[in-house]
């Protein structure tokens, strides 16, 4: 038994050393092998069979851009940096925030777009960080909205779901007081509910940024390349204006 576990974490310490796909690796193979959730609309929506989303056709733009054939893998949120580090994908876009925690973990490209984290409930319920406190917030698990929420003073009980739609779920059903998601989702959410939601007062700023594994500064390079050259050629701007109406860059 002893030895059975001492070899699954030789060979998970294995498998987390291995080397990434470095850029040529990538290029003489002419395909990039791209990660995302597919639950976290407008970013990213698997829908049957078929993937749409901000970010998914901001990905496949860039590898139009880097000359690559793209392959799209769809994994749940907490799972993606893991699987990035075991190699599983070249590179992961899903709305990850920047943050000190994951910077440890992986390398992030130049933001992607900026965003920020909003309450939203009912009409009468808490629509500031203040009047959070005793009432009960749903969040998706793993995310900085959940980070952020347990930093407000007070705060009552914070319910985490596996899914950012199962949390705004909970809020439509009344098991929580508030929802804590992204400020464009929650947009979408009060637009599609009619009058049922309301959004409140943005919790914190975020700037989004694509990860690769770390260390792997040839991709990373290769990825700000067409992120640079889209943001300047229009092509972008004109992206961000389809689906959100406004341009989400970074400024
Ligand atoms: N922006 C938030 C974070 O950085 C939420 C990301 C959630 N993304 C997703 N695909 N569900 O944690």
Known sequence: ?????????????????????????????????????????????????????????????LAAQLGLKVQWVTQPFDNLLIGLNQDRYDFVIASHGITPERQKAVDFSSPHYCTGGAIVTKPGGPTTAAAL???????????????????????????????????????MAGRVDAWVGDKFTGLDLVKAQKGKVVQGALLFNERIGMAVKKGNSGLLKELNAALTKSLSDGSYAKLSGQYFGTDVRCR
């Open 1 to 61: 038994m002893k030895k059975t576990l001492l070899a699954l974490t030789a060979l998970a310490l294995l498998a987390s050393t291995a080397q990434a796909r470095s850029w040529d690796d990538i290029k003489k193979s002419g395909t990039i092998k791209i990660a995302t959730e597919g639950a976290f609309p407008p970013f990213n929506v698997l829908k049957g069979k078929v993937l749409t989303g901000f970010e998914v056709d901001l990905a496949n733009q």
């Open 133 to 171: 406190s005793g009432k009960s917030v749903a969040v998706q698990v793993g995310t900085t909205y959940l980070e952020n929420v347990r930093k407000v003073p007070g705060v009552g009980d914070v319910k985490t779901f596996p899914k950012d739609t199962d949390a705004q779920a909970a809020l």
